[in-house]
Each structure stands twice: as C-alpha cells, then as structure tokens.
C-alpha cells in the first residue's frame, strides 16, 4: 500500500495548495512542499528492500476479468525517474515562490503542479500499461494547464493548444499500440509484458504495435517531426519550462521507451526507427539551437537536441548503449534544470531574454553567471562536469554499432556534428550573455535575485560538478539499478572514470569543442545561411489549419443541422437500413425452431391499445396536449408488457419513469404553443410514411427472428450467482448494484451531469408566458386548488412509504433505489404542484446539487470501501444477522451503494422538475452570476 500513497501524496498536495493560498506566499509553498517531500521519504525509504527483491509491487483488484487493477511496480528505473520528479519538484516549489509575481495565484500554480506531479508518478509506478496510459494522458491536460498559466497572453494559449493536440494525438496512437500489445502477450500486466518480448517481437501484429507506442513515444518526447510544440510551450512560466520541459513531461516518453525496452527492442525495425528518429532530433535540436536570439528558445531546442541523443543511443540497441542513456536521462535534468533556473533569474532581473540585449551581466550578477556558466560547460561537454561524462560514452556507443554496414561511419560524423553544435550554442549562452559588452536598452537594471532564488540552482550545479568529479560515489549505485531495470538482466562491463586515455570518443570530444568554437565565432555565416529559407511558425500554422477545419466543421454542420428534427431522423435512419441491410438480405429462414406463445384476449387488447395509441400519437401530433396523451397510453402498455412477461422491476421502473416524464412534457408545454402549424408537404408525408414502414418492417422483422430462435444468453450465469454472489434473489438489483455497478455508477453520474446542465440552461433561459389557452380562454386565477393540496398532502406519507418499502425490499423482490427515488421525486413533485413553490421553500429547502453529489459519493465510496479489504472495486459483503423480534434479517453493503443511487434520482429529479416548474412562478432559478 505504500507505493499507492506516493502519487496519491502529491494529488492532496494540490488540494492543500489551493486552501493555503491565502496564509501567504511563502506559507503556501512550505505546505505544498510538505507532501512531496514526504512521498520523496517514502521512495528512499524503498531502497533496501528494492536492493534485496529487485522489485515491488502492490496491486489493488479492479476488474480483473478485463485485465483491469489499479496495480504500482516499483524498479531502479521508476526510483530514478520517481527521484527527479520528487526532488526537482521540490525545487521548483522553492524557485517558483520568488519567480512569480505577486499577481499570480500562487494556489492555483501550486495545485497544476502538483497535479502533473501526481500523473508523471503515475506514469513511472504504474504495473498496468491501461492504468500507464491514464497517467499519460492526465499529463497532457496538466501540462496543459500549467503552459497556459498565463491565460491573457495569446502566445501561452496558442502553444498550449499546440502542446495539448500534438501529445493528445500520439496519446490516441499509444493507446491503439498498447491494446495491441496487450492482446500480443494476453494481459496489460508490465510484468508479463516484460517476460514475453521473444513472443512479442515474433508475432505478426509487432511492427504496427511498435510504430505505434513510438508514435506516443516520439510526440511526448518532442522528437522530430512532432518536436515544434516544445519551443512554443516556452510561453509558460520558467518554473514550468524548468519541470516539464527538462526533466518530465518530456522524460515521460523516454522513460516509456526504457521501460519497453526489454519487450520492444533489438529487431532491426527498433533500430530503424528509433535511432534515425533520435539522429535527426539530435542534429535539427542542436542546429535551430544556435540560431535563436530568445535565451529560452535557445533551452528548449537544446533539450529537443538532447532528447534525440538519449533516443538514439536507445535505438542503438546494445546494453551498454543503454546504460549510456540512462546515464544521460540522470546529467540532463539536472544541468538543463538548472540553466532554464537561471534563465528565468536573468529574465525575472532583466525584463527581457533577448540575447541580443542582455550582455555583460557579469558585472551586474556575478554569482548567478557563475552558476549558469558550470551549467552551460556541462551541457555543452567539459570534462570534470557529468555532460563529460555521459556525451564520452554516447561517442564511444556511436562507433560501436555496424547496422548500416559499410556507411556505418556516418553515425559518429554525425554524432560528431551534433557535439560541434552544441558547444557553439552553449558557449553562445554564456559569452553573448554574461560578457559581449553592455546590456542594450533592457527594462530593468540587472542585479542578484533574493536569496533563497538562487538556492535550486545552486543544488543542482552542485550535483553537476559532484558527479563529474565523483562518479561513481554520487551516481554510480543508483545508474546501476536503474539501468539493471531497463536491460532486465546482468548489466555489461563500464566505467565511469573520469579518464579513460587518449582514445578516438576524446578525440571526438575535442574535435566537437574546437569545432564548436569556430561555429561560434564564425556564427554570421550561419544566420546568413538560414536567411535563405522562409521563416516558419508551427504555432501560426496549427492556429491556421485549425481554423480551417473548425470552417470545414461548421459547414457540414450547417448542412446537417438546419434545424428539421425530421431530417435528423431520416439521416439517422437511413444510416441504420445500410447497416442492416446486408445482413438481414443472408437470413433465408425468417421463421426459428421455438414454439409460439398461445394468443389470449388480455394480450390483443393490450395491443391493439398499442397500436391504437401509437397512430393516434402520429396523426394528433400537431395538437400536442392530445399526442401526449396517447404518448402516455403507450408508455402504460408497455408496463404492461413488462408485467405480462414475469418483469416486475421493469414494470415498475417503466411506470415510474412514465409518470416523471409526463409531468416534465406537461411543464414544457406550458411555454409551448397548444398547436403546431402544419408544415409538412404531401411529398414529405408520403416520404415518411415509407421510411417510417421499412424501419418498421426491419425491426419487427429482427424482432420475430429473435423471438422464434432459441438463444443462450449470459442470463443464467446471473440467475445461477445473484444469491450466492450478490446476496440477493432479485436477480435485476443484483445485476445493477453487483455485477455490473460500475455501469450503475457512471449511469447515476451521467444523470447527475444532464440534471446539472437542464439546470444552468433554465437558469439563463427567459420565457414568454401565455396568459391563456389555445381558445383564448385565461388561465385559473386558483393555482393552488384546495382539494388537490389537500389530497396530496394526505397522499405524502404514503407515498413516502411505500418508497421506502420499495426500497428496503428492491435486494430480494422487485423494487430497488432507482424506483424509490422515481416514487419519492414524484410524491415531492406533487407538493409543489398543489402547494406552488413558495410553500416548499418553507418546509423543504434543500440543495439539490448537494443531493446529487452526496448520492455519487455514497455510491462511489461503497467501491471504495472494498480495496480496504483487498476485493475489487465495488464488491459486495453480504451476511445474515437475527435481530430480536424481526427475527433472521440480511444485510448487504449493496444497499448503502443503492442508497446512493436513490439519493442520485431524488436530486436530479427534482431539480429539473422543480426548477422547470419555477419558470411559470416568480421563484425564477437564476445563477450566481444573475444574482
């Protein structure tokens, strides 16, 4: 259980950020920090035992049938990955509390934080790829948030929609490559997907399963062509840019290709693919690095260029080049971190970014250019720095692999190429920067931020220069275990001293160094280059194309929806004679084995009723208080039917349902005019009257077919279990509060949204009332008449009872919440219809919108309620107790969630029915923003 309470600590964390918001800034921040912090204790607190089991893991039973449970898998890789998002995060908390301004809600930046921090735990805990893939998402609408913080500006809009629809698209395309996947090896478990890479890679659906997981692998990462949303995203805050974009959300897509690592690679396909794919992100990154004059742009296509060599080092596919990412994962958060730190220090002091303008701070902020030249030094390779270190074995790895065979010498000249650009880019940042002359124009006059600002940058510097002078001392353990995590087994023979001797990756290394200080100092020839291809701005061409498609959906809109409910209906019908068509054509025999039913009288009355009162409905359509009527009459048949054929909980759920429904059209016709204008032409009449019959004739068709065929359904697993394993002889209750609850839950919490929404839409809705009928005549002046509130006073108890009475009895006999709550609403409905509205306030004013959420909490805490004692979500207890003089009396944990449901019904019930019927009073509902 320990493991599930890692990332749930973050998710209360974002809860305490928005209660705390108002004690202060700095007290917010120490709050929010606090679960974090804690969760980052419970992860070292792992370590031990992790040394000596290799793995935990803590799994919760959801819906095991579906391969469904709330399962955490705790590695090396996800203790790495665990400790950047915890410990970084904790620095960004500290960083962000001095970088924003005090017009920023600190609460509200705080509560998003904590929220992607939840999902990036998610992500690396999870031992279920479904449940991985819920996290995955729940960092783009995160992220999302967090990039546009800063709402009023349209650069921080338009590159979070960016962000949102390109991680949104390769999540889509993820999840198709995990169920895929899921169906190769027979479960989503990580563990099981682990063990069967022979099988995965031998199996015929492997190359569309693994272009697709890198689909979301390669959007997330911001690798090319997907990477232009990542220096759009720089519109966010730098604290943001600083978690997101350098040591996570970017990390979520290489940790997934780490974690599949053992399943996914070493086909020459993986190779392809994943190391052309890093190769050209790494040379595009480092390229469009240099040429940005924006010191965050300058980041952000500099981490695009790093994530590429991380890629293609796991493209390479051997173990060491493996460990050689892993590795790099480790130096590239904490440098990268840093230098966004102190990016957004230098813009926080200055007012601008522009290089082109912030020269010479040396002299201004003297100890921040120290930290952010080490920073800048390790990026760009300097040895005694870990970037030294980690880039020494990337160079080693590139001359290692022989998959391209004679041209094999390509990839470390490229390699090569790609460390000459990123020197010259790093040197940029710390000579254009810190020396170059004299600030130009800027908004504010340079100087040292607070001190405690400075404090993250300082740690994470630190880490640089401790593991590139102490390798194996300050990484070495936790690189191991990591990377024993990615390769599934023994891990090869490395090193990480400082030197390794003369050899041809120093070379390398010192060729990239020279090089890049001739590409810097001979940078003009670059730009001049550039100049000579047409500027482009992915954000502008999203904003654009999306425009276009929202012209291209509004036409077809237009087309399909002219407003004719008839139209509809014939689009919708003619769509449904195409796809049964074909297969009804492939019946030959109509006419089943099964036994007919004997005909009776009861029978034919009741349908010819139906009849009777379906055609009356379509020719008294135009006179609607006549159509009701007859809408009614059928909906009684129906109950009837359900009656008549040994269904009594539909009988009565129908009945319910009719009556509530009734009372709804009634209150709408209020505002409606008593007739409607014929419209239809002759044409159209008869138009109709021949769809209307071939859809008929289809249905009765099927219907007949069915009904004459002897058809095994899952039915008798139901009636063989509902005692046994629901504790009910009810059989329908039992289905809907047992075995199919879930259903249940997100049935009542649909209800709940609709009634919330019928809600809010009467709220702003301002009606003509009619002050007559269709004849002219005035309405009653006596609303309210004696005899009816006097009767429907004395009917209340009663009614009242017997939905309790249904209630109680709904686990064995017919009856059940939904139908209680129908009875309960109705009884409630009358009162206000006798009484008027006024009346009711005085003597029931409830909140509706709490009754509703209270009912999906209660129904959903029962699921809860059974992971404490380790069952599925929403198992049932059941037991018999003798109470004295009731005597031998059952109760089950399945009423509670009924009692939920009940509540759900009553809420939403009246507060549509209520709420519908105060338009025609002075009670109007209004909202808070009409108040």
Not at 323 to 329: D, E, G
Not at 876 to 884: T, Y
Request: a neutral charge; charged letters at 10%.
């Amino acid at each position: 259980m320990t493991l599930m309470w890692i990332p749930l600590l973050p998710l209360l964390g974002a809860v305490i950020a928005a209660l705390t918001a108002h004690w202060g800034r700095t007290r917010c921040a120490w709050a929010t920090a606090a679960l974090p912090a804690l969760a980052l204790a419970l992860i070292l607190s792992l370590i031990p035992q992790l040394s000596e089991t290799g793995s935990i893991k803590s799994t919760i039973s959801w819906i095991p049938a579906l391969g469904l449970n709330l399962s955490f898998r705790f590695d090396g890789l996800a203790l790495l990955f665990s400790v950047l998002i915890l410990g970084i995060g904790l620095l960004v908390i500290l960083y962000a509390r001095y970088y924003l301004s005090e017009k920023d809600s600190m609460g509200r930046f705080y509560a998003y934080l904590m929220l992607f921090m939840t999902a990036m735990l998610g992500i690396v805990l999870s031992g279920n790829l479904l449940q991985l893939w819920l996290f995955w998402e729940l960092t783009s609408i995160s992220s999302y948030l967090l990039i546009s913080f800063w709402w009023h500006k349209p650069e921080a809009r338009r590159g979070a929609r960016l962000a949102l629809t390109v991680t949104g698209a390769g999540g889509l395309a993820l999840l198709a490559g995990i169920l895929l996947l899921g169906r190769i090896a027979a479960s989503f478990d990580l563990d099981v997907i682990l063990q069967s890479g022979d099988l995965i890679r031998e199996h015929r659906w492997y190359p569309a399963a693994l272009l697709l997981i890198l689909a979301g692998v390669f959007t997330k990462s911001a690798q090319f062509p997907f990477h232009s949303w990542l220096p759009h995203a720089m519109a966010a805050p730098t604290p943001v840019s600083a978690y997101l974009h350098s040591a996570t959300m970017v990390k979520a897509g290489i940790f997934l290709l780490a974690r599949l690592y053992p399943a996914l690679a070493g086909t020459e396909l993986w190779f392809i693919v994943v190391s052309s794919t890093g190769l050209i992100t790494l040379l595009v990154g480092a390229y469009f690095a240099n040429l940005k004059h924006d010191l965050k742009g300058l980041l952000a296509y500099s981490t695009i260029s790093h994530l590429g060599l991380i890629t293609l080092l796991f493209g390479l596919g051997t173990k060491l080049a493996a460990v050689a990412a892993v590795f790099h994962i480790i130096n590239h958060a904490t440098f990268k971190a840093s230098l966004f730190m102190a990016a957004g220090i230098i813009d926080h002091e200055c007012g601008s970014r522009d290089m082109r303008r912030i020269n010479g701070l040396w002299k201004y902020m003297p100890y921040t250019a120290a930290l952010a030249m080490i920073a800048a030094s390790a990026m760009a390779g300097v040895p005694l720095l870990n970037g030294f270190l980690s880039k020494e074995m990337f160079f080693a790895e590139t001359l290692e692999q022989e998959f391209l065979g004679s041209l094999s010498w390509m990839i470390p000249v490229l390699a090569t190429l790609a460390g000459v650009f990123s020197v010259a880019y790093s040197v940029r940042f710390i000579h254009d920067v810190f020396f170059n002359g004299e600030p130009i124009n800027l908004p504010k006059t340079p100087h040292e931020p607070p001190r405690y600002m400075k404090v993250p940058v300082e740690i994470l510097v630190g880490l640089c220069l401790l593991v590139g002078i102490l390798p194996n001392i300050v990484v070495g353990p936790l690189l191991n275990i990591a990377s024993s995590a990615v390769l599934g087994g023994e891990l090869p023979d490395y090193s990480l001293a400082i030197w390794h001797g003369f050899n041809l990756p120093l070379l390398m290394s010192l060729v990239a160094m020279a090089g890049g200080l001739f590409v810097y100092f001979h940078r003009a020839h670059l730009f001049r280059f550039q100049k000579q291809f047409p500027e482009w701005n992915a954000s502008e061409s999203f904003e654009m194309a999306m425009r276009r498609v929202q012209d291209a959906a509004g036409k077809l809109l237009d087309w399909l929806e002219n407003g004719s409910l008839q139209r509809y209906l014939l689009l919708m019908l003619m769509l449904l004679i195409l796809m049964l068509w074909p297969a009804l054509t492939e019946l030959t025999h109509l006419t089943g084995k099964r036994a007919h039913l004997p005909v009776d009288i009861p029978s034919l009355v009741a349908g010819g009723l139906l009849v009777v009162a379906g055609l009356g409905t379509v020719i008294y359509n135009r006179q609607r208080l006549i159509a009701l009527l007859m809408l009614s009459v059928v909906g009684l048949v129906v109950s009837l039917a359900f009656a008549r054929f040994s269904a009594p909980d539909l009988a009565l759920t129908q009945l319910a349902v009719e009556v509530v429904t009734i009372i709804l059209l009634m209150l709408a016709l209020f505002f409606l005019p008593q007739k409607t204008p014929k419209e239809s032409s002759p044409r159209r009449i008869l138009r109709d009257i021949c769809i209307a019959g071939l859809i008929g004739g289809i249905i009765g068709t099927i219907c007949y077919a069915l009904m004459t065929r002897e058809l095994h359904s899952i039915s008798d697993f139901f009636l063989a279990n509902s005692k046994t394993g629901g504790g009910g002889t009810n059989v329908v209750n039992v289905i809907l509060v047992d075995f199919r609850g879930f259903d249940t839950l997100g049935e009542i919490t649909v209800l709940g949204i609709a009634a919330l929404g019928i809600y809010n839409l009467l709220a702003g809705l301002r009606l003509f009332m009619p002050s007559g009928d269709s004849e002219g005549r005035q309405w009653a002046l006596d609303r309210h008449p004696m005899i009816l509130a006097v009767i429907s006073q004395s009917l209340l108890p009663l009614a009242l009872l017997v939905s309790v009475f249904i209630f109680l009895r709904g686990h064995n006999l017919p009856g059940g919440g939904f139908i209680a709550g129908l009875v309960t609403a109705v009884a409630l409905i009358l009162q206000y219809m006798a009484h008027g509205v006024d009346w009711m306030k005085t003597r029931l004013d409830i909140a509706y919108h709490r009754m509703i959420a209270c009912g999906v909490l209660i129904s959903a805490l029962t699921g809860v309620a059974s992971w404490l004692f380790q069952r599925p979500f929403l198992t049932s207890w059941f037991d018999h107790f003798h109470w004295p003089l009731v005597g031998e009396f059952e109760l089950a944990s399945a009423m509670v969630f009924d009692l939920g449901v009940y509540i759900t019904v009553v809420g939403a019930t009246l507060l549509i029915l209520a709420n519908l019927g105060q338009m025609t009073t002075s009670e109007r509902p209004v909202t808070k923003e009409q108040d």
